[in-house]
């Protein structure tokens, strides 16, 4: 399980820096795949079932490793990113875009070959990256029952704030039906007090007239 080669480079052709562990025809292989890797995104690709390639796009650098198919991408992904941000760290934007082919070559394959080396032979790596996975994980799943408690309590929240509208709605109603209710009996009184004073009326007139 180890590392073999590594490089970073820009755009597609111009190669700042690498370093490979053994002598090998994989930096002219790792050239062809420049023009096909996706942007922005970082991924593995199988090279004759016993080797892995292993990149990271960002920002138009692309960071890349050969790695033996055993070793596992969790490591080769580690890797990747302590280069990439070592490199970054070291060298200011305006440096790093305007290097040439090989220009930081000198300045940085130490490090580059540092980290392989210690990648390649630290026996604790493999099980760091793993529990490091474990505790991302953990966080992750931690994180989604949070959500989801969350849109619980906001679903509780809606129905409370629904059943109080419903409750005020029907108390509305219920005080406008009682006052129509009013309403009706008052008219209601107010007709038969005037029929009754028609017909007492009407009363009178007879008597006086007879």
Avoid: W
Avoid at 182 to 198: C, G, H, N, Y
């Amino acid at each position: 399980m180890s590392l073999i080669y590594a490089v970073i480079v820009r755009g597609n052709n111009i190669t700042l820096v690498d370093y490979e562990s053994m002598t090998s025809n994989f930096p002219s292989l790792a050239k062809k795949l420049f023009d096909k890797l996706k942007k922005n995104t970082r991924q593995t690709c199988v090279y004759e079932q016993n080797y892995h390639f292993h990149y990271i796009n960002e920002n138009d650098f692309t960071y890349l490793c050969l790695a033996d198919a055993l070793l596992s991408k969790a490591t080769a992904f580690a890797f990747l990113e302590e280069i990439k941000e070592l490199f970054c760290e070291k060298f200011p934007e305006n440096v790093r875009r305007q290097a040439v082919n090989y220009g930081i070559q000198n300045q940085f394959v130490e490090y580059l070959k540092a980290k392989m080396t210690y990648y390649n032979s630290d026996p604790e790596n493999e099980k760091i990256v793993r529990l490091q996975k474990q505790l991302t994980d953990v966080a992750n799943q931690m994180s989604l029952t949070l959500d989801q408690i969350l849109d619980r309590e906001d679903q509780i929240q809606i129905l409370v704030h629904t059943t109080q509208t419903m409750t005020t709605f029907a108390g509305a109603m219920k005080t406008t039906a009682t006052q129509v209710r009013k309403d009706q009996e008052s008219r209601a009184l107010r007709t038969k007090l005037f029929i009754a004073a028609v017909i007492v009326a009407m009363v009178l007139v007879i008597y006086l007239l007879y």
